[in-house]
């Protein structure tokens, strides 16, 4: 099987190990699968709307894609932000990096059509001191449709931890 029809299969399994130390090991998993229905794609896509949300490098186009009682445990900051006032001062910090994401592994549950869940593995190519940084982290985010847009209620983002 080729890697295009493995990609139009649903599921693709990369596995590298590397060696950290000399009697380390670890290996790394990326599991990237296609959602298998028209609602788990439309909850796939909200992920990418956020991705270019973070792309303009406004944080209020970010911020409003968070529900006015939405709850925001950022990848890098140990500050629960629970206010879109938070939540826009914690990406007018993170979009400096200038941080693009990518879905690593996702898991997409739809619980009825006003909630969804998408958590996985996600990393992000930063910019910092001028020099390229991937940071890859767990991920959940949390949607609920207001009955006119997916809105984020809970994302919960934390870098994976040092090995």
Do not use: C
Not at 34 to 62: C, M, R, S, Y
């Amino acid at each position: 099987m080729s890697l295009t029809d493995a990609l139009g299969s649903g599921s693709v399994r990369l596995t590298k190990t590397l060696d950290v130390a000399s009697n380390t090991r670890y290996t790394f998993s990326v599991d990237v699968s296609n959602p298998t229905n028209t609602k788990e794609q439309e909850i796939a896509a909200l992920f990418d709307k956020w991705n270019a949300a973070l792309q303009t490098g406004n944080p209020d186009e970010v911020v409003k894609l968070y529900a006015k009682d939405g709850v925001l445990l950022p990848t890098l900051s140990n500050k629960v932000r629970v206010t879109h006032s938070q939540m826009r001062d914690y990406f007018k910090h993170f979009l400096k990096y200038e941080p693009k994401g990518s879905i690593l592994q996702q898991n997409i549950r739809v619980i009825n059509n006003f909630f969804a869940i998408n958590s996985g593995v996600y990393s992000f190519n930063l910019i910092k001191n001028h020099k390229p940084e991937k940071v890859v982290a767990r991920y959940s985010f949390v949607y609920h449709h207001d009955g006119n847009d997916w809105l984020i209620v809970d994302h919960h983002s934390s870098a994976m931890p040092e090995i």
